[in-house]
Every structure is written in structure tokens, then in C-alpha cells.
């Protein structure tokens, strides 16, 4: 298509900015799913406050027309497949990833939104707010309440709690991993990745979505997350382990993509020893993972795996 032009300052038209016709074209549409994304959150919010924020938000969910959408994070499109070979177009049904924007209200901290694929709520939300500093453990939420239609979630923490996390939100790396227990094989981290694989229901469906999957040392999976974006299945997954009475500390997480800094800072924030993905890590996920005590292993498919930092937790592994 035609590209995004911005002429530089000096040439024409004065040295003032000038976008091509599509480029203010995808201005456009980039403000007007912003502005769709503000009025989906805003009207949210203002149905709780309206309600009171200790009322239980409504389940307006239908079962009978979003449940089967909502509940499998796909949504049925039609769309038109056409061949380089000169074979005639074909309109037909295409399975997507369904993403859209989550309002999250902590009580008395603050209103967030989340664009994600909207399943397993509860989970992502524990997940998130542990990853933003926003609490420690589960024992830090006293209540919450998750709506379908719109997807939201309303939060509740413990008064102590709520008093840290006005404070703001967290950044940056957590303190380093103080766990050294884990041990795992090469064949075992391939293993994991094959049983993950067979597991991921919207991907194969759609092509579409990342996965995350908390595992033991003996290669137990015990959590899987599941999202259009990787911090976000990252984050299902950290919280349906801590939902099902889990501990994330001490354990290995797979994931479906690459690894970014982001990712190993969740890590770090899980107390989790070892990152296997399937893809590349960046420089700085190297650099963060190294400084955080946590063992990540990128590549790992096929026959083959490359651990890039602490090789002492894959059994078999020289140090560099």
C-alpha cells in the first residue's frame, strides 16, 4: 500500500509536517479506535459510579449470543481467499482472535483499561495487578466482580494494600529471583513446549493468539494463559495459578513468542526461575534476566534449545 510520508523540515511546504492521503487516513482511524476505546471505559465507569462503589455490577452476559464468543476468545468474520495462481477468489467463514478493550476498576486506587482477548477475566486481572505492584499475593484482594457485557472487572484490596498501591504503579525490574531449585532437561523444556502446542485452542483455531504456560520441575503445566497479546496470556496465566491455590515462585514458565523485557520482568515479579519460549529474546531481556537471577531459554523447538543466561538450572549445560 501507500506509505506514510513525512516531509522533513526545510522542504516543502515550509518545513511543516505533511501526511499522505492514506497516511491521514490511518491517523484517523487510529484516533477514532481511540476515542471508541475512551467511550467504551468511560461508559463503564460511569454505570459503577452511578451504582455505587460498593454495589455488585449486573451480569448483563447472555449465554445464548456471547457465550460461545466470550468463552472461546474467537469470533466467526467472512472474508475472501484469493491464489497468486489465478485460481477464482472464494468468500468464506474465517475463526479469528476476538480483541477488545476491558475496563479494570480498583476500588479507591484507580480505572484502567485492557485491550486483550476476553477470557478467563479474574485471572488476567490477579495477574496484571500483581505485575504492576498493585499487590503482592492473592491475599491482597479481598473481593472482585467480573461483567461480560462489556467486559470489566471491579477490584477490591485490602485497606493496607490500598494505601501502597495509590503510591503508583510499578516499573522497571523487580529485585532479582532469590529461588535456585529448579532443574529441568533439554528434553524436558522441548516436552513442555510440545504439551503447551497441543493445548492452545484459540491459536489453532485462529492462528491468532499467544499462549503461557506455568510448569514444574518434572514438567507439569500447571496454568495456561491464552491472549491476543504475550503480557497478557503472561498474565492469565500467573493468575490462574495463584486462583487455584498455586505458588509461581520456584516454577518455569513457557512461552509461544519472543521475549521482551517486559516479559522477564513479570518473571522476576512471579519469582519465577526459568523462561523457555519458542522464539528469540531481545538484548535487553538477556541483560534483565542475567541481573535478575532467572535462567531464559529461547529457541526451544525441534531438538534444540539455547539458554542464553544461568545455564546451571538446564541440566547438561556448560557455563559459558
Given at each position: 500500500g501507500q506509505p506514510l510520508v513525512i516531509q522533513q523540515p526545510g522542504g516543502v511546504g515550509g518545513g511543516r509536517s505533511m501526511l499522505s492521503e492514506h497516511g491521514r487516513y490511518m491517523m484517523q482511524s487510529f484516533r477514532e479506535m481511540q476515542d471508541r476505546v475512551r467511550g467504551l471505559a468511560d461508559a463503564w465507569f460511569s454505570e459503577i459510579t452511578r451504582r455505587g462503589t460498593n454495589s455488585t455490577p449486573a451480569a448483563t452476559h447472555d449465554p445464548a449470543t456471547d457465550g460461545p464468543r466470550l468463552a472461546s476468545g474467537t469470533q466467526r468474520v467472512t472474508a475472501v481467499q484469493v491464489s497468486s495462481t489465478g485460481a477464482s477468489a472464494i468468500r468464506r467463514p474465517c475463526d479469528v482472535a476476538v480483541e477488545t478493550v476491558v475496563a479494570v476498576r480498583v476500588v479507591?486506587?484507580?480505572?484502567?483499561?485492557l485491550t486483550c482477548t476476553p477470557t478467563d477475566l479474574e485471572a488476567?486481572?490477579?495477574?496484571?495487578?500483581?505485575?504492576?505492584?498493585?499487590i503482592s499475593g492473592l491475599a491482597d484482594v479481598v473481593e472482585q466482580h467480573v461483567t461480560?457485557?462489556?467486559?470489566a472487572v471491579e477490584i477490591w484490596l485490602a485497606d493496607d494494600r490500598r494505601s501502597a498501591a495509590r503510591a503508583g504503579v510499578a516499573s522497571g525490574c523487580p529485585h532479582p529471583v532469590r529461588g535456585d531449585s529448579m532443574r529441568v532437561s533439554p528434553s524436558l523444556l522441548l516436552g513442555v513446549a510440545r504439551q503447551m502446542w497441543a493445548t492452545q485452542a484459540i491459536f489453532q483455531q485462529t492462528g491468532g493468539a499467544h499462549a503461557a504456560g506455568i510448569f514444574q520441575e518434572d514438567g507439569t503445566i500447571?496454568?495456561?494463559?491464552?491472549?491476543?497479546?504475550?503480557?497478557?496470556?503472561?498474565d492469565k496465566a500467573v493468575g490462574q495459578c495463584l486462583l487455584e491455590g498455586g505458588a509461581t515462585a520456584g516454577q518455569g514458565i513457557m512461552l509461544s513468542g519472543r521475549v521482551s523485557l517486559e516479559l522477564v520482568s513479570k518473571a522476576a515479579r512471579a519469582g519465577i526461575e526459568l523462561i523457555s519460549a519458542v522464539s528469540a529474546p531481545s538484548s535487553l531481556a538477556i541483560e534483565t534476566a542475567q541481573r535478575a537471577n532467572i535462567t531464559l531459554c529461547g529457541f526451544v523447538r525441534?531438538?534444540?534449545?539455547t539458554v542464553f543466561t544461568h545455564p546451571r538450572r538446564v541440566v547438561g549445560t556448560p557455563e559459558p
Open positions: 479507591d486506587v484507580g480505572e484502567f483499561t488476567l486481572t490477579i495477574g496484571w495487578a500483581l505485575h504492576a505492584g498493585l461480560h457485557n462489556p467486559p500447571l496454568a495456561l494463559g491464552q491472549d491476543i497479546g504475550r503480557h497478557h496470556a503472561f525441534d531438538t534444540r534449545a
